[in-house]
């Protein structure tokens, strides 16, 4: 079975700067999807970047983007121009890739982001 | 938005009761999903759906029971709700566009047992 770990259960950076929060993963598998989720406080799951396994090149998002490390199986965010918009809950998120399409999303145990003005 | 509609958004309800808890989307997305939320678990998946009256089970599942009648509606019921029950719920689809990326999640359910 496939384990998220984010090891960072809290952080905080000051508005403006940059801030980059960890993730690692357990699998076998050489294709999957990765993800990193956005939770405010009005609880919603907001999508903020995916990666898929089979693409060398890191996915960017506007302010975010990630570095993806498969060998060592690791997938950071990076919180660019840190907004106290982005003060969340964030979640990092593993999917297997496969042809049934029933797969499901296992989850890390989320870091709270602090922004500070 | 991927039109999804969790009723109802917030309850309490008392040891023992049964509570159904409904997950509404109007786009015919085909893959739902419940998981619930804890504090130092993320989120964790209960049950799934992959079409109607097609489910299967999560990490989670004991003591919860869903069905699909229609594609529109996934229900997720607490047959006798337990203290250890009370967390957020939440419910996500598999976007119709996107069949083999990401989910979209509804806004959530609060449920306290006391």
């Known amino acids: 079975a496939q384990t998220v770990t984010q090891s960072q259960p809290e952080m905080s950076v000051q508005e403006a700067e940059t801030v980059t929060l960890s993730c690692t993963y357990d699998t076998s598998e050489s294709d999957y999807y990765l993800f990193w989720y956005k939770q405010p406080p009005s609880r919603q799951m907001i999508l903020v970047i995916r990666q898929e396994a089979y693409k060398q090149q890191n996915a960017t998002e506007n302010r975010f983007s990630v570095n993806f490390q498969k060998a060592a199986k690791s997938f950071s965010l990076k919180i660019s121009d840190s907004q106290l918009g982005d003060a969340a809950m964030y979640f990092c998120a593993y999917r297997s890739r496969s042809n049934f399409g029933n797969e499901k999303l296992t989850f890390g145990t989320g870091t709270r982001l602090t922004i500070i003005p | 938005d991927a039109g999804i509609t969790q009723s109802p958004r917030h309850k309490v309800t008392e040891t023992g009761t049964p509570v159904t808890l409904r997950c509404h989307q109007t786009e015919n997305h085909r893959y739902m999903y419940w998981y619930r939320q804890d504090p130092g678990h993320g989120l964790r998946l209960i049950h799934y759906s992959y079409g109607v009256k097609d489910t299967d089970k999560g990490e989670v599942s004991d003591g919860y029971s869903v069905s699909r009648s229609k594609t529109e509606d996934f229900l997720l019921t607490l047959e006798s709700a337990t203290s250890s029950q009370t967390s957020v719920y939440f419910c996500?689809?598999?976007?119709?566009?996107?069949?083999?990326?990401?989910?979209?999640f509804g806004q959530g359910t609060r449920l306290t047992v006391v």
């Open positions: 996500a689809i598999r976007h119709r566009d996107t069949e083999n990326t990401e989910a979209f």
